[in-house]
């Protein structure tokens, strides 16, 4: 009975099954554990758009768009050797039809003046298997990198390695705050590892979309999951949304601002609008009221009339408070925001004939019935003679 191992690869969406039997390595798509994959919601519309270009992914973020035109029989989730800079690369087929038209427009490509790099054929066995040979030496290169620059003192960090498809080519990904000389890195490289070098910096977002991980929300972070494109992220996210400007707890693992900041800041902007801005204390007929909190979401705005104390607070709505700040500048004071006071009658309680003076006496027991013309219990007839009727006159 043959054994198989199996490794889930998620940096690339896949599922690698090596037979130990027959020494055979096989590779199929797996889009559960695909990062940044795209789902394709128009796998059953064909309308014929964009023939022959498929959307190609390989380890973590990279993709690309290849034209088939060598009329090939290709679909998703097939492995295909694809055309290269120097050289071949593998990768996996994850869109096509017109999904493959929205991805282009997303990432501003115009398929009238593009040009498109080939799809050669499907991938055999033996690109398959130099394929993972390549996959293997990747944490061992990106250690020993990581090694070298440190040695030379460059300020960098290698964050990962990526080997082409036919192993003679690989991508440095490192981070920098600052310009690097790599030139003599790259030789050293070069020497090191005897393959084509391409050094290719990202930021601190990018690095942690590579890497993975689970955000304090308890999810998968939103780089690695989804997020193609990075967004600015400034600290008026976190204001307009009323939230604590506490660096801790608005930085995400990357060390940046959290992506997540942006997700409700339409909303928040919107529900803003409504609300009017409140310079000072409002004036009512008992004195003026101060603004201690506002709920965005519900536009309800809530006063005190303590400066300092959140004691008492008063609900108003966003509509009524615009309209006491309209009367104030007319010069006309609101009603008092305390509820009227409820006058109730009192009501006099006796407690004299609640109880009666006797539940200080003992109880009384209650006697059994009895008969007062014998002085004694009463008996049924002929109880003293054993049962027998007494004896008539003359008898004995």
């Avoid at 250690?143 to 080997?163: C, N, P, S, T, Y």
């Amino acid at each position: 009975m043959s054994r198989e191992s199996i490794q889930y690869d998620c940096f690339r969406g896949c599922v690698v099954t090596h037979d130990e039997a027959t020494g055979q390595t096989s590779c199929s798509y797996r889009a559960g554990c695909c990062k940044m994959g795209a789902r394709d919601w128009l796998k059953d519309a064909r309308d014929g758009s964009f023939p022959g270009i498929y959307e190609v992914r390989f380890k973590n973020t990279r993709k690309g768009f290849y034209v088939n035109d060598s009329a090939q029989n290709i679909r998703i989730g097939d492995l295909v050797v694809v055309e290269a800079a120097t050289g071949l690369d593998l990768g996996i087929v994850t869109l096509e039809g017109p999904s493959v038209g929205r991805q282009m427009k997303c990432r501003g490509v115009d398929p009238e003046t593009a040009t498109f790099r080939k799809i050669y054929r499907k991938a055999r066995q033996t690109d398959i298997e130099k394929w993972q040979e390549a996959i293997a030496r990747e944490q061992d290169t990106m250690i020993r990198a990581r090694k070298i620059a440190a040695m030379m003192g460059l300020e960098m960090k290698i964050g990962d390695v990526e080997f082409q498809g036919d192993g003679s080519k690989a991508i440095f990904y490192y981070i920098a705050d600052g310009r690097v000389d790599f030139r003599q890195l790259i030789k050293a490289y070069a020497e090191e590892f005897r393959i084509r070098i391409e050094m290719k910096q990202i930021g601190a977002r990018q690095e942690a979309g590579l890497i993975g991980g689970l955000g304090v929300c308890g999810r998968e972070l939103c780089c690695s999951n989804y997020i193609s494109s990075f967004q600015s992220i400034s600290t008026s996210a976190a204001r307009c949304q009323d939230l604590s400007l506490n660096p801790l707890k608005l930085a995400g693992q990357c060390g940046k601002l959290k992506c997540c900041l942006n997700y409700e800041v339409p909303v928040y902007l919107d529900a803003l609008s409504r609300i009017p801005k409140v310079n000072g204390p409002l004036e009512f007929e008992d004195g003026p009221a101060y603004l201690r909190k506002t709920d965005i979401l519900r536009e309800t705005m809530y006063f005190s009339y303590e400066k300092s104390s959140d004691a008492t607070l008063f609900p108003l709505s966003a509509e009524e408070v615009r309209e006491i700040i309209e009367m104030n500048r007319d010069g006309e004071k609101a009603e008092s925001l305390r509820p009227e006071p409820v006058q109730r009658t009192p009501e006099f309680v006796s407690a004299v004939g609640d109880d009666s003076i006797s539940r200080f006496d003992s109880p009384r027991r209650r006697k059994k019935s009895q008969n007062r013309r014998g002085g004694g219990r009463s008996r049924k007839p002929g109880a003293r003679n054993g049962g027998r009727p007494a004896p008539k006159n003359g008898e004995k």
